[in-house]
């Protein structure tokens, strides 16, 4: 599903997506990010926490993501930064109430599915 996510950055132009190791240096508190992407042109920075699950997604996604944005975030530079959930499943009440708090946006199934729809799905299969 990471590699899906990497793959849908790709393909809408970041000028750099990456899928960061998970020993990577400096995370604490539960600090995590599976996919980053980097939009140059618009001094942008995406930071994507993604959840293969079924049923429900919980807060500890959004917690994930809110903290590896707040260790990453660099008053001085240029970029904008973003941080995201997409889960292949649906987020419980209490990770709705996280992501609102902390400024993550959440991507469930659908509206992943409609991403993916709407850039088109040309060149999936030899992406993988």
């Given amino acids: 599903f990471e590699k899906l996510v990497h793959w849908y950055f790709e393909k809408i132009g970041a000028t750099e997506a990456s899928i960061p190791a998970k020993n990577e240096p400096g995370k604490e508190n539960g600090a995590d990010a599976d996919v980053v992407a980097i939009f140059e042109l618009l001094k942008c920075i995406i ?3 993604v959840k293969h699950h079924d049923g429900q997604t919980s807060n500890w996604a959004v917690h994930q993501i809110a903290k590896y944005k707040e260790q990453k975030d660099q008053p001085d530079d240029p ?15 209490d990770a709705k109430s996280k992501a609102q708090s902390e400024g993550v946006r ?7 599915a409609e991403m993916l729809i709407d850039v088109g799905l040309e060149g ?5």
Wanted: hydrophobic share 40%; net charge negative; aromatic share 24%.
């Fill in 124 to 128: 999936i299969n030899s992406a993988f």
């Fill in 106 to 112: 959440l991507i469930d199934r659908y509206e992943f």
């Fill in 47 to 49: 930071y994507v926490q």
């Fill in 79 to 93: 970029y904008t930064r973003l941080s995201w959930v997409i889960t292949s499943a649906e987020y419980t009440d």
